[in-house]
């Protein structure tokens, strides 16, 4: 059973910056973690309702619980996070690892 790792971001101040440091630095970074099988990033183009407003969101997917904590132990993993860290990007994140419920009803 697959694992994702969700990293959900705020609207920053300025997106383009956001995006050029995200999409430049960190996520060249990020696909070099060992373990990944994809890392799909979405950026939000509508809320409806809730707080905070988010601007991306990323999930991080790896083949086990096993194979993300391996991950997250490797340079690779930690070089993104200190990425994250020089450009302001940890201010703006929330992060949390989820595993698929099951299958949902079957329509009828």
Known sequence: MTVSYFALYQTPDDPADFEEKYFGTHVPLVEKTPGLVENRVHRVIRQFVGKPAY?????????SP??????????EWAASGENLQQWGGMELVTMFSAEPHGPGPTPG
Do not use: D, Q, R
Not at 66 to 75: C, Y
């Open 66 to 75: 096993e194979a993300m904590k391996a991950a997250f132990a490797s340079p």
């Open 55 to 63: 601007h991306l969101i990323a999930e991080l997917v790896f083949t």
